[in-house]
Every structure is written in structure tokens, then in C-alpha cells.
């Protein structure tokens, strides 16, 4: 799952990259990187939930 | 940030930046400090022999392979280097200069001091998950941890952000604003420092009794609050400097505004602190003396970024922001995220961090400058933190970074010295390992 949260968090710069190339407008472009902050955003709460349930099974 | 945009500097400005520079280690001294007071008595030795360790492995990592990369130096220097074209525009990223440093007593005065920032800077982002991953990690873990930083990861970021790499000509090529600003090393040194600690607790697990079967998490303070105190102190002498010295060669900055920048580093530490005192005051009915030295360590990383563009009114308020979230951060990250971070690295450098470099495009005067800081965000998010999640994960393969289980028990001083920090000391049980 933590991998999954990572590979997702890449998707998440991707896509705030792919706003450069695609919009000229500034508006466009900010609009396109929040969202590609907010794919990340969601695959760094997986990786933090994959993190936890380790942790829960491993407790002394 | 592109060095051959830079004017050449006078030899009053090379001077200035120069004393500023040999000054700018009282940082690494002060961190240092910090992570071993907020450590076990048990393994404080370990601590800063490992500090020690790990500076001197990336110092050689980055002086043989790293500075190639980074390609400050003749050969490399201002956009050459490694390119891909997309839509048809150049993406630098990956510098190309001699090895070994090759040329650099021949280099500008500008890129010899930018290489000595760069070597700085490597040595402060290798201290920061050493910090977390205290009264655990072993010392050959942390120095395999240093080399990869000092030779390959570090390298890479600070040639994206400045040494012409990508992210330093968003502004040439895409119109952001003067390109992703970071004058002090907020991106490469402390969010870097700050990512690959949160790796490492990930990777090396909490400490051994921290978060017991039932209950809520086992309180382990640091032994040291002197340490910490002095660290702090230590610390913002070194910063001033580093923030004037960043100013002047990633900035540009003419020597008019270095007082502003110094008199922004001062204020950011100090509303930090302020904000950390009161919050803690209010939350526990007393001030907490290490989560102060967290926010007075956040406002000083949150200055890194801001220092040099921000008024001073700006800089109290980025540091009244860094202030209240670190010890709220702390506290969530520990009880909520069980993430076992004895230093708060990852509150204070990484969150800290990615404050100021939000800051820093929300205040800077040039339009699209906060674009420009997001896409720096998203990379460091998106890019660095699984690259050093996965490269971390293979050396832990190899050179694994958690102490045995009998380590743990009798102190990382004992197992990994042969002797503790305190001999004279009576060690006391911990109930943890009942």
C-alpha cells in the first residue's frame, strides 16, 4: 500500500507538470497544479494509512 | 536562480559572503546539538559521533561525485548540463562539471561560493533524519544514508533549484515569476532533510516500547534541555549567516538588503516562538521547552526560504504560522500518524519547510512566483519523497538501518561504542521494557 501511496504522490507531479505545457493561461496552469497537489495529498494519506497499519500489527 | 545572471561580485561582496559562510556551520552545530539533547542520554555519544560520521561522508560524496552533478563549477555552470526538450522547451536536469572539483580553484568567485554553500547545505540535510531516527539507527546505516545524499539525491535537487537546473528557469521558459525561489536552502537542505527523515522512521520503525499494545504513546523526552536550549541559540547565529550569504549568491541581493534579510531571520525564529510558547502554555497549562525549540528551529527553516523577499511584518507572521502548527503537528504526527520522530524533523524541516516556500510566493513582488513555488512543492512531494523512499528501502536491504532488539535495550552509546556518554552516570531502568 505504501508503494501505491508513492506511485500515486508521482502521478500527483505529473500532472502539476503536465499544466506548463498544456495552458498557456496562468489561471488554467494554477487550477491544473493545485489539483496535481491534491493527487499527491491523497497518496501521501495512503502512504501514511499503510504506515499505521504496520505499525498496529507489529505492536509489542 | 541561475549563477550566470548574476552580476560579478565585488570584493567587498565576496568578503562579506565569505565570513558569512565560515560562520554558516554554527547551524550544523546548533541541529546537532538539538538531536542529541532531544535523544536518550544512552546513546548521546552515538548521536554525535554519528553527526560527525555523516558530515564527513557527504562532505567527500558530494566534493567526488555530487559536485559533477550539481554543475555549479566551469563546464557545468548557468543551464548547461543535461537537457531534454519538451514542447519545445529545454528541462535541465542533471548538471555536468569536472569531478573531484575539478577546476575550482580557476572558477568564479560566485561559483566558488556557491559550491561552499552547496557543501553546507548537503552536511545540514544528512544531520536532519539522523535526528529522527535517534536511539535506533545505526551509524554504518547513517552514513550509506549520507553518501547516497551527498553523492546522487542532494546533487540532483540542488542543480533543479540552483544551478540552472528546471525548476531555476520556470521563469525563462514558463513565465513564473523569477523562477522557484529558495535563497537559504529550505528546499534542498531542510524539506530534503526533512523527507528523508520521515523515511527513515518509516523504514527503521519507533523506538522499542513507544507505542505499546494498549494505551496511548510512551512520553520519551530528551535528556538535554541545555543541549537543546544552546542549540537553538547556536543555530540562529549560524542561520543569520547562511540567510545573508543564500541572499547574496541564489538572490542576487545587493548589500543594502542584507540587513533586512538578517533582521527577517531574526523575527521569523522569534514569532515561531513566540506562537510555540503560547500555544504549549495554553495546551498544557505550561510552556514545553523542546516543542519551543521545535518552533523556534521552524520559524528559522520557514526564514530559509523567505528571508530574503518577505518584509520584516511578513517575516513575524511566517513565523507566528510555523509557531502554531509545529507543536500541533508534533503532537499529531506522534499520536495520530504513530509516526516516532524523536527530533521533529519531519514537523520542523519538512512542514516547516514547505511553509516557507509557499511564503515565499505569496509575498515575493514578481507575478506567477507562487506558481513557481507550488510546481517546487509538487516536486518535492511527488519526486523526491518516493526517490528517497525507494533508495532508502534498498540500502536497508543491504546495510540494515535498525539496532538488534538487545541494542535497543541497553543503549546505542554501549552497543555501538563500547561506552557510554556519561559514565559516571547511574543509568536508570525504563519501564518501557518491562
Known sequence: ?60 | MNLQAALPLTDSAFALTLVALLLAPLAIAGVALINTGLGRSRSAAQALLGDLAMIATAAIAFAVVGAALTGNLPGGAGGAGHSFFVAAKPWNWLGAAPFLMGGLGSAAPLSQLALLLELLAVCMAVLIPWGSGADRLRISAGVAIAAVLGAIIFPLLAHWVWAGGWLAQLGVNFSLGAGFLDGGGAATAHVLGGICALAVVWIAGSRRGKFPKEGLATAMPGHNAVYVAFGCLLALVGWLAWNVAGAVIWLHAPLAALPVTAVNTLLSAAGALAATFTVTRVRFGKPDASLCANGWLAGLVASSACAGVATPAESIFVGLVAGIITPLLVEFFELALSIDDPSGATTVHAVGGLWGLLAAGVFAPQAGQLLAQLIGIATLLGVVLPLVYLVFKLIDRFIPFRVDQDGERIGMDLHELGGGAYPEFVIHRDDSYR
Do not use: D, N
Not at chain 1, 9 to 36: E, K, P, Y
Open chain 1, 1 to 60: 500500500m505504501k508503494y501505491a501511496g508513492l506511485l500515486v504522490m508521482t502521478a500527483g507531479f505529473f500532472l502539476s507538470i503536465a499544466a506548463l505545457v498544456l495552458f498557456a493561461a496562468q489561471a488554467q496552469r494554477g487550477a491544473f497544479v493545485v489539483c496535481g497537489l491534491g493527487v499527491e495529498m491523497l497518496g501521501l494519506v495512503v502512504a501514511v494509512r499503510a504506515h499505521m497499519e504496520a505499525r498496529g500489527e507489529s505492536r509489542p
